[in-house]
């Protein structure tokens, strides 16, 4: 009689489609995942497919793909997200990345202008740029856009 294969848990399931979509914005095949973590290929596809793995295994997906240490145990406990070394939040589906606050106020003050000289010809540009200051003053005042450091 053949032995029963053991159901994948929800955060198992996450953690391999967390894992898998990873590989793929690294531009990995599943080969080339596996030797870039330094496991077999069987080992790589059991992550991959929400299969149970050793610490040691999470630790080398972690370092391999540049993820924080800790990231894969998180997943497993609950975590909905695994953090990268960058800071990158990666969540399943998508990548949550921070934009420093100074990069952020560049681009909303881009974002104002643009939508002011399409909308508003007849504004100056000293109004345009009172205006888009006074935006990302509001945005800060209401802390929608973080302070400058």
Same mark, same amino acid.
């Given at each position: 009689m053949a032995a029963a294969t053991e159901t994948p848990t929800d955060q198992q399931t996450l953690l391999g489609e967390l894992v898998m979509q990873r590989r793929i914005a690294l531009g990995?095949?599943?080969?080339?995942?596996?030797?870039?973590?330094g496991l077999s290929g069987q080992t790589y596809w059991n992550v991959e497919h929400g299969r149970p793995a050793s610490p040691t295994t999470y630790a080398k997906v972690e370092h391999g793909f540049g993820m924080r240490a800790g990231s894969c145990r998180a997943v497993l406990d609950g975590a909905d997200?695994? #953090? /990268?070394? %960058?800071? &990158?939040?990666?969540?399943?589906? +998508?990548?949550?990345? !921070?934009?420093?606050? $100074?990069?952020?106020?560049?681009?909303?003050?881009?974002?104002?202008?643009?939508?002011?000289?399409? #909308? /508003?010809? %007849?504004? &100056?540009?000293?109004?345009?740029? +009172?205006?888009?200051? !006074?935006?990302?003053? $509001?945005?800060?005042?209401?802390?929608?856009?973080?302070?400058?450091?």
């Open positions: 990995y095949t599943q080969v080339q995942g596996s030797k870039a973590c997200s695994i #953090t /990268l070394t %960058d800071g &990158t939040e990666l969540i399943s589906g +998508a990548q949550i990345q !921070r934009i420093p606050a $100074e990069q952020l106020a560049d681009d909303v003050r881009a974002a104002v202008n643009s939508a002011a000289r399409l #909308t /508003l010809p %007849d504004v &100056t540009h000293r109004q345009t740029e +009172a205006m888009t200051e !006074r935006v990302v003053e $509001e945005l800060r005042r209401l802390g929608l856009l973080p302070e400058a450091s």
